[in-house]
């Protein structure tokens, strides 16, 4: 009931304990809030609320920043499947900000970050700043994780895929037998 959460906030801080369960939230809430994928979206869908009040809270610490990145990363995941491409567009670019701040620049979470970032942009028909994304995924992934990565074969299949809707078909295709040799 929000009474109870009101009373319990108020006590919190009297006790001078808010930001440190404010963190402990945005922490258990960034372990446990799965990726988008289909078959967790009932968990999404139950999380959520509870996801939304704590990015209200304000990050006092890096660790509490990488999680909140972190949660807003899979918030956002669900929410591109779901088709809520402005909203989620908004939390990816704050995730990707936090990841960028904090983390190397080979550091495999901003490639994850920047892919879903062009598919956000691809799904809105923003092609030239997707296929810009996309590439930089793909150079992220290869970097961080090699050539023959399932996710860096992944990374080449999303930009081959946009190619081929920019119809830019030679190039598509290159990507495409890339991306099928490797997986084989």
Same mark, same amino acid.
């Given at each position: ?20 369960? @404010? ?20 968990? *999404? ?11 209200? *809270? ?23 499947? @779901? ?40 799904? @809105? ?32 299949? *999303? ?20 991306? *099928?040799?490797?997986?084989?």
């Amino acid at each position: 009931h929000r009474l109870v959460q009101l009373a319990t906030r108020k006590w919190l801080e009297r006790r001078m304990e808010i930001q440190r369960w @404010q963190e402990e939230a945005t922490n258990v809430l960034s372990r446990e809030f799965p990726s988008g994928e289909y078959e967790n979206w009932g968990t *999404c869908e139950t999380l959520s609320p509870h996801a939304r009040e704590v990015l209200r *809270c304000k990050p006092v610490s890096d660790e509490h920043l990488l999680a909140r990145g972190s949660l807003l990363h899979n918030m956002a995941w669900y929410g591109w499947l @779901q088709g809520r491409y402005a909203v989620v567009r908004e939390q990816i670019q704050e995730s990707l900000a936090i990841r960028e701040r904090l983390l190397e620049n080979s550091h495999k979470s901003i490639s994850y970050s920047v892919e879903l970032l062009g598919l956000i942009l691809d799904a @809105q028909g923003k092609y030239a700043e997707a296929e810009a994304m996309n590439r930089r995924a793909l150079a992220g992934r290869e970097t961080a994780l090699g050539l023959e990565h399932p996710d860096t074969l992944i990374s080449v299949y *999303c930009l081959a895929y946009l190619l081929r809707i920019l119809k830019r078909h030679n190039e598509a295709l290159v990507l495409y037998n890339t991306a *099928c040799n490797g997986f084989k």
